[in-house]
């Protein structure tokens, strides 16, 4: 581009030089010409003779040689090789210049057929192509214009190479920092950092309506999967669960430990099937006012014995006396609270203690639970809560996005948390409810 606009300035001063030089010689010839016209007017007024001792005198006046031109030839000292032309130019009836022999010559008509005024001079002759004095302003006029365009091009040629290098990235599915357009593109203040701006959110609109995407054809097949799972399993588990509360009526009580068990298992493959439910068709929870301490509370009292098997202890702390009421489903709450506290439970294979904790913060409550595992790996805490995704071997990856797609219909947030000290966290605020604002 310097080049190109080094090039394009050089040949504009060029012609323009050889313009302004055609100029300048075209408009000293029309000066010569009526000064010629002037002074044949001045010599007619004076009625001398037309000798040389008058053209002298004229010389020496104008600064310029002056003769006369009669039919007998010229009265003064004139060079032959310009008597042609000077004869062509004296048979014309008006005034003339032409430029002959690098000198210029004026002829101006006398009246009365008395002959012609010759002038004769040297022309002030503009700047030449071939002096130096043209070749370096305009060599520094091109070298500054070269460097104001190579200027240009870092400023506006450059980012725009570089937008055009990152476009590639436009179509991929990472976002790593790699694949991010330099800051110093996308903050300029001009167009190319418009464009650079919205080239990149144009991107990262496309990634999240390519994740949405996913997330929907992984639920829809979810849904099929979980209509098919809960006709298969709920009718046996629901005939198990009406034998098991038979049995306990009956006076068995060397078997009222395997009956207890039977309903907590029929129990669990009922909450399960209910989770899968939930998560491919979600329907709008039935809410009322409800108590999250106590319901942390019935869910801790029965984990605790199936939690003390693995070594496990569940800690809860409730802050205080005051009831903490958000305006919930409890039962949906109850499943999120088991699938978390459970999740707690299977990242200490080797046990440990899991704090639960509920709170009032400003308008919302908070549910925190808290384990002494190795924590979140970056990929677990980047993917948390998406369908199918666990690194727990036959995990199926549904707990987190049941409870994530509860606490959304309850107008509330969970977001996984990396304590200081060891451990994972994650943290649930759900608006509190109106009875408990008041």
């Not at 991929?172 to 357009?181: A, L, R």
């Not at 203040?189 to 999240?208: H, N």
């Not at 294979?349 to 979140?376: C, M, N, Q, T, W």
């Not at 000290?421 to 008041?438: C, F, H, K, T, Y």
Request: proline residues 6%; charged residues 20%.
């Amino acid at each position: 581009m310097a080049t190109w606009i080094g090039g394009f300035f050089l040949l504009a001063a060029t012609l323009l030089l050889m313009w302004t030089s055609w100029l300048q010689k075209r408009n000293s010839l029309v000066e010569l010409t009526r000064l010629a016209r002037s002074n044949a007017a001045f010599v007619e007024n004076l009625k001398f003779p037309l000798s040389p001792q008058l053209a002298s005198q004229l010389s020496n006046i104008l600064d310029l040689r002056v003769a006369f031109f009669i039919d007998e030839g010229p009265a003064g000292n004139i060079p032959s090789e310009i008597i042609p032309p000077i004869r062509e130019m004296a048979q014309l009836d008006r005034a003339s210049s032409q430029r002959f022999h690098g000198i210029e010559l004026a002829v101006a008509p006398l009246a009365g057929g008395r002959g012609s005024l010759l002038m004769i001079r040297q022309p002030n002759n503009g700047p030449s192509l071939f002096e130096w004095s043209f070749y370096l302003p305009t060599i520094g006029l091109a070298l500054g214009c070269a460097a104001l365009a190579f200027g240009l091009g870092r400023s506006i040629v450059r980012p725009l190479q570089n937008l055009t290098a990152w476009l590639p990235v436009l179509h991929s599915t990472s976002k790593g920092e790699s694949d991010c357009i330099p800051e110093a593109i996308s903050r300029r203040p001009d167009e190319i950092g418009i464009l650079a701006s919205s080239l990149s959110d144009t991107r990262d609109q496309l990634l999240r309506e390519r994740e949405l995407r996913a997330r929907s054809e992984r639920l829809a097949a979810l849904g099929r999967v979980a209509t098919s799972l809960a006709h298969e399993v709920k009718n046996p588990a629901a005939a198990i669960r009406m034998h098991a509360d038979l049995l306990s009526g009956m006076d068995l009580r060397e078997n009222a430990e395997s009956i207890s068990l039977i309903q907590e298992e029929v129990d669990q493959i009922t909450n399960l099937v209910n989770q899968w439910l939930f998560v491919a068709k979600a329907e709008p929870p039935k809410t009322s006012p409800r108590d999250l301490r106590l319901i942390l509370e019935k869910i801790a009292a029965r984990m605790r014995p199936s939690l003390r098997h693995l070594d496990v202890s569940l800690i809860t702390e409730n802050g205080g006396d005051d009831p903490v009421l958000i305006d919930a489903d409890s039962s949906r709450m109850e499943q999120v609270i088991r699938n978390l506290i459970q999740n707690a439970a299977q990242a200490m294979p080797r046990g440990g203690k899991i704090f639960a904790s509920v709170k009032s913060v400003g308008r919302f409550a908070e549910l925190r639970i808290l384990d002494e595992g190795p924590g979140f790996s970056t990929e677990a805490f980047e993917h948390f809560g998406e369908p199918f995704f666990s690194e727990r071997e036959g995990g199926m990856g549904i707990g987190l996005t049941l409870a994530r797609e509860v606490v959304q219909a309850h107008r509330g947030t969970i977001s996984p948390e990396r304590p200081q000290s060891r451990g994972a966290a994650v943290s649930i605020r759900i608006p509190l409810s109106e009875n408990d604002r008041a």
